[in-house]
């Protein structure tokens, strides 16, 4: 029976998060995440051949993550209560997970997808391509159940979190609990009706 590993993919992937929360992409290099893990440089390289490599897992293990515990805030057939929560769960996820949040807020051109290996590459485009086929399949069962158009939508379920994260997370500080509060607020003003039926966004 072989040895076990000392340093996993996981734990490996988990101080690369925290190298990219403590200094930014040009921290995420073989030799600093030899020094923080105290894997030698042969694991790390057993694991991830190329730095990208492992920048391209790195972000494809977050998005997975965060998209998983989204979907299943979401549901199958989503209502406009349900797009509320998805966005409060936003916000919720990111003070529970502060580096892989910085990643997101960071976005993939940081990570350079162009010059991942060549399957890193398809599974980044396999991903975008679900999510794009999901909010198109989304969008229209939420907007059945408010006024609100597919802008109004949209808006909630992504950007409207990542706005009110934005600058602690550039600060590599815990969004406060009130944001939670304010994203559910602005949220449920953006979908709930008002009494002659027209969301409160339309009177923008």
């Known amino acids: 029976m072989g040895r076990r590993a000392v340093h996993s993919t996981e734990s490996l992937l988990d101080c690369a998060a925290g190298l ?7 921290n995420l290099t073989f030799g ?16 991830f051949p190329t730095r990208e490599a492992l920048l391209a ?25 349900r797009a509320v929560e998805a966005s ?3 916000v919720h996820w990111c003070r529970e997970h502060l580096s892989e ?46 006024s609100a158009n597919a802008s109004e939508v949209s808006f909630v379920l992504v950007d409207l979190p990542m706005a009110v994260l934005r600058s602690d997370l550039q600060r590599g500080e815990v969004p406060p609990v009130k944001a939670e509060d304010l994203v559910r607020g602005l949220a449920v003003k953006i979908l709930t009706p008002d009494p002659v039926g027209r969301s409160v966004a339309d009177h923008r």
């Open 20 to 26: 990219f929360a403590a200094g930014g992409i040009r």
């Open 101 to 146: 949040a910085m990643i997101l807020q960071a976005g993939v051109q940081i990570f350079a997808p162009s010059t991942w290996p060549p399957e890193q590459r398809a599974a980044l485009d396999k991903h975008l391509d679900e999510l794009t086929i999901y909010a198109k399949r989304i969008i229209p069962v939420i907007m059945s159940t408010t």
């Open 32 to 47: 600093a995440l030899s020094r923080e893990s105290g894997a030698s440089n042969g694991s790390i390289h057993h694991r």
């Open 88 to 90: 409060v769960w936003i």
């Open 57 to 81: 897992d790195l972000w494809m293990r977050t998005i997975g993550r965060f998209y998983s515990g989204y979907r299943d805030t979401l549901g199958v057939d989503p209502d406009a209560t």
